[in-house]
C-alpha cells in the first residue's frame, strides 16, 4: 500500500517534469504547421526578402520588419550595453554597502515594471522630445522612430544586462583582483583590466539575452516605434518590427494573410532559438 | 587588518594624479550607475506626479463605460488570471521541480533535457506565447477568446520561473535533513512533504512573486487569448481584460490620457508592492 503510494506520486511527479518538454514541443509544432505552409505558398526568398508587405495585394515580404528588428535591437545594444556594463562593475566592485541596498532593488523595480507603462513613458514623454527634436533640426520625423525606441528598449534591458554581468563579475575569483592590486595597480586598473576581461564570456552572455529581450519586446515598441511597414529610411523615422507585425494585424487578418503573420512569428521563434543557443554556449564557456 | 587598508582621501587623491585613467574609469562607473537610478527614479516619479491628482473615485466604479473608463473590472480580472495561472502552473513546477532534485538520478538525460526546455521557454517572446495560445486554447480547443484561454498561456510562462526558483529552494535544504527522516523510517514521499518541502517554503514564494509580477505585466500574450471586454468575467469562458491590455487600449485609443495615467500608477503600485514582498522574502531565505 505504501509502496503503492510512492509509485503513483512518483509518476506524477515525473509527469510533471515533462511538462515543459511537452510546451516547447506543442509551441514548435503549432507554430511551425501553422507558419511553415504559408511561406511555402508565399515562398521563402519573397517572404523574408521581399520589401512590400502588401496584405492587401497579396504582397508579403517581411524584410523590412526584420530589419526594423535588427535596427531597433542594435540601438538598444548601443544605448543599453555600455551603460549596463559599467552599472553593473559599480554595483560588484565599487558601491559601498549602503547604496547597494539602494542600488540592487531599484535594479529589481527596473526589471519588474510593466512594458506597457515602459511603453506609455515612451509615449508621452520620450516621442514628443524626439519631435521637438526634429523639428529644431528639421529633420522628418514626428518622434515615433528607430531612435526613440532603442532609447526605450536601451533602458527596458538594462536590468538583464546588469543582472547577468554583475553575477559574471563577483564570479571571478578575488585572487585575480589582489594579484592586480600587489602588483601596484590600482583599484580601478585591477577591476577593468584584470577582473572584467576574466568575466568576458558571462557579460557576453548578459549582452545576448539583452538581445533577446530587446527582439522579443512587443508593446513597448509599438508603442513609440510608429509601426510604418516599409523599409527603414532613417535614425529618425518610423520603423516597424517584427513582434509589431504580429500584434497589429493579427486582430483582423485571415487567410493567408493570417498565415504569413503566424510566419512572422516562425521567424522571430528562430531567432530566439539561435539567441538562446548562443546564450547557454557562452554560459557554459564561463563554467 | 581593515585599518591597514583604509586610505585617506589624500592618498586617494593622490593615486589618482599619477593614474588619470583610474580617476576617468571611477566616473564613468558612477556616471553610468547614476543614469541607471535616474532613469528609474525619472520614470517613476513622472508617472506618479501626473498620475495620482487622476486617480479619481468613478476609476474604480463597478462597471466600465466610456464615461468612467472604469479600472476596477480590469483590477478584478487581473487577480483573478493571476489565481488561475497559479494555480494550474504552480502545482505543476512544484512537483516537476521535486522529481529534477529529489527523485531524478545524477546524470539522467531526461533532466538535462528538460533544463534546456525550460531555459527555451523563459526566452520566448511574450507575443510568440499569445500567437500559440491564440492557435492551441482558442482555435483548437475551441476556448474562444477566454479567462481559461488566457491563464493557460500565462501558466506556460511563469512554468520555467517557478521551476527554477523551487528547485534552487530544494537544493539549498540540507541533505542531513533527508538522512534525519530517513533515518527516523520515513518514506521518500513523507520526507519530501513533512521535512523538505516545509523548510523550502519562503524560496518557492519568492518564485511565485516573480511569476505574479509577469501576469500583472503581460499584455502581448494576453491580446489574443483572453481577448479585451473590459468586463468582470461570468465564467471561465469568457473574454476578459487585465490591468495591463486595458491600459494599452486606454493609451492607443489616445482619448484616456488622464486616465492611462492613473492606471499606470495603479500597476506601478501593484509592481512596487510585488518588488518589497519577494525583497523581504529574499531577506527571510538569507536568514534561513
Known amino acids: 500500500m505504501k509502496d503503492m503510494k510512492e509509485t503513483i506520486m512518483k509518476i506524477i511527479f515525473l509527469i510533471s517534469a515533462c511538462a515543459s518538454i511537452l510546451a516547447v514541443a506543442l509551441i514548435c509544432i503549432f507554430l511551425f504547421a501553422n507558419g511553415v505552409p504559408a511561406i511555402g505558398k508565399i515562398g521563402a526568398g519573397e517572404f523574408l526578402l521581399g520589401k512590400t508587405w502588401r496584405p492587401n495585394n497579396n504582397l508579403f515580404g517581411i524584410f523590412p520588419m526584420i530589419l526594423g528588428s535588427i535596427y531597433v535591437t542594435a540601438g538598444a545594444i548601443i544605448a543599453g550595453v555600455p551603460i549596463g556594463i559599467l552599472t553593473a562593475i559599480f554595483m560588484a566592485k565599487f558601491c559601498p554597502k549602503w547604496l547597494y541596498r539602494f542600488m540592487k532593488p531599484a535594479v529589481d523595480l527596473l526589471a519588474g515594471i510593466p512594458s506597457v507603462v515602459y511603453g506609455f513613458f515612451g509615449l508621452v514623454v520620450m516621442v514628443p522630445l524626439v519631435r521637438q527634436f526634429c523639428r529644431a533640426f528639421e529633420l522628418n520625423g514626428n518622434g515615433s522612430s528607430i531612435f526613440t525606441a532603442s532609447l526605450l528598449l536601451g533602458i527596458m534591458i538594462l536590468p538583464t544586462v546588469i543582472g547577468v554581468s554583475e553575477a559574471a563579475i563577483r564570479a571571478v575569483p578575488d585572487q585575480y583582483y589582489e594579484g592586480a592590486l600587489a602588483l601596484g595597480a590600482t583599484h580601478e586598473r585591477s577591476v577593468f583590466f584584470t577582473v572584467f576581461p576574466a568575466a568576458k564570456s558571462g557579460i557576453m552572455a548578459a549582452v545576448v539575452l539583452g538581445v533577446g529581450r530587446a527582439i522579443g519586446e512587443t508593446m513597448a515598441v509599438i508603442m513609440i516605434a510608429g509601426n510604418q511597414p516599409r523599409m527603414p529610411k532613417g535614425l529618425f523615422e518610423g520603423v516597424r518590427t517584427l513582434t509589431a507585425n504580429i500584434v497589429l494585424e493579427m486582430g483582423y487578418a485571415a487567410d493567408l494573410h493570417r498565415e504569413a503573420l503566424i510566419a512572422t512569428a516562425v521567424v522571430l521563434f528562430v531567432f530566439i532559438l539561435i539567441i538562446n543557443l548562443l546564450f547557454s554556449l557562452l554560459k557554459r564557456r564561463q563554467k | ?288
Request: charged share 10%; hydrophobic share 55%; aromatic share 10%.
Open chain 2, 1 to 288: 587588518m581593515q585599518a591597514m587598508n583604509k586610505q585617506t582621501w589624500k592618498q586617494k587623491a593622490k593615486a589618482y594624479r599619477s593614474s588619470p585613467l583610474s580617476l576617468f574609469l571611477l566616473i564613468l562607473v558612477a556616471l553610468a550607475s547614476l543614469i541607471t537610478v535616474c532613469a528609474l527614479l525619472f520614470l517613476i516619479g513622472y508617472i506618479m506626479v501626473k498620475g495620482i491628482p487622476n486617480l479619481t473615485p468613478s476609476l474604480f466604479a463597478w462597471t466600465y463605460n466610456t464615461e468612467n473608463v472604469s479600472l476596477l473590472p480590469a483590477l478584478i480580472n487581473t487577480i483573478l488570471m493571476t489565481l488561475l495561472s497559479l494555480l494550474i502552473a504552480g502545482p505543476l513546477a512544484i512537483f516537476a521541480a521535486i522529481y529534477l532534485v529529489e527523485y531524478a538520478k545524477r546524470g539522467n538525460k531526461l533532466v538535462e533535457i528538460v533544463r534546456v526546455t525550460a531555459e527555451t521557454l523563459t526566452g520566448i517572446p511574450s507575443i510568440v506565447y499569445g500567437l500559440f495560445g491564440l492557435l492551441f486554447f482558442v482555435t483548437t480547443l475551441k476556448w474562444g477568446y477566454s479567462l481559461l484561454a488566457g491563464a493557460f498561456t500565462l501558466a506556460i510562462m511563469i512554468l520555467p520561473v517557478i521551476m527554477r526558483t523551487t528547485e534552487e529552494a530544494l537544493g539549498s535544504v540540507p541533505d542531513t535533513f533527508r538522512e534525519g527522516s530517513f533515518g527516523l523510517g520515513a518514506g521518500r514521499l513523507r520526507t519530501v512533504f513533512v521535512v523538505v518541502l516545509p523548510s523550502a517554503v519562503p524560496g518557492i514564494l519568492s518564485g511565485v512573486i516573480l511569476a505574479i509580477g509577469r501576469i500583472v505585466g503581460e499584455t502581448a500574450a494576453l491580446m489574443y487569448t483572453a481577448g479585451t471586454v473590459a468586463e468582470v468575467p461570468s465564467s471561465l469562458l469568457s473574454s476578459t481584460r487585465t490591468l495591463s491590455v486595458h491600459m494599452y487600449a486606454l493609451s492607443s485609443e489616445g482619448l484616456y490620457t488622464d486616465q492611462a495615467y492613473a492606471t499606470a500608477v495603479v500597476l506601478l503600485i501593484i509592481v512596487l508592492l510585488i518588488n518589497w514582498l519577494s525583497g523581504a522574502l529574499a531577506k527571510k531565505v538569507k536568514k534561513g
